[in-house]
Antibody, heavy 119, light 107 residues
């Protein structure tokens, strides 16, 4: 059974960076594609980007390109989302999801990591 | 980017009702289309993929249809656990985009 376990909540100052982790189990990690989706308080879902470790390919939504970096550590089966230059509008729950065969079907979700950006 | 427009934004219904939610894409996406359910404080859950395929474990009262630009999610007989927010999503091209959500509330 595929599981994605995310790191705990973060509180950050504006201008700083945050790195959220997502550990996968029950699946061959290198062949998976992991997408990241965020949800601001009371708002809808926003796709940020995806990474396929086996192919060493990352794709980003234009809005996040240059400010978000997706990485993966195959030895620990963990994906990471790092966001820099944080601002208050980045306050949200960040989800990692399995992007099934890179199809865009997001069939397994982590529980989410709350990132609060506040001075 | 492909825009996804859901309607209605909110909906009040009773247990046992038949409910339909619609979603329209700003361009044709074939059947690269998915529906998710989200309950408060929880991660979204995949209900329907490829427009009409029921995800494993999802009750058969949920069904999806459509292709091209217009899609529907139907719940044939609402159950108490179905009151949630529903999102559509296109997986035709990157960036994947979601509808704004439909909040289904108890009447």
């Amino acid at each position: 059974q595929v599981q994605l376990v995310q790191s705990g909540p973060e509180v950050k100052k504006p201008g700083s960076s945050v790195k959220v982790s997502c550990k996968a189990s029950g699946v061959t990690f290198t062949s998976q594609t992991i997408s990241w989706v965020r949800q601001a308080p009371g708002q809808g879902l926003e796709w940020m980007g995806r990474i396929t470790p086996m192919l060493d390919i990352e794709n980003y939504a234009q809005k996040f390109r240059g400010r978000v970096t997706l990485t993966a550590d195959e030895s620990t089966t963990t994906a990471y989302m790092e966001m820099s230059s944080l601002r208050s509008e980045d306050t949200a729950v960040y989800y990692c999801t399995r992007d099934l065969d890179g199809s865009g079907v997001l069939d397994v979700w982590g529980k989410g990591t709350t990132v609060t950006v506040s001075s | 980017d492909i825009q996804m427009t859901q309607s209605p934004s909110s909906l009040s219904a009773s247990v046992g009702d038949r409910v339909t939610i619609t979603c329209r894409a700003s361009q044709s996406i074939n059947t690269y289309f998915n529906w998710y359910q989200q309950k408060p404080g929880k991660a979204p859950k995949l209900l329907i993929y490829a427009a009409s395929s029921l995800q494993s474990g999802v009750p058969s009262r949920f069904s999806g249809s459509g292709s091209g630009t217009d899609f529907t999610l139907t719940i044939s007989s609402l159950q108490p656990e179905d009151f949630a927010t529903y999102y559509c999503q296109q997986s035709y091209s990157i960036p994947y985009t979601f509808g704004q959500g439909t909040k289904l509330e108890i009447k």
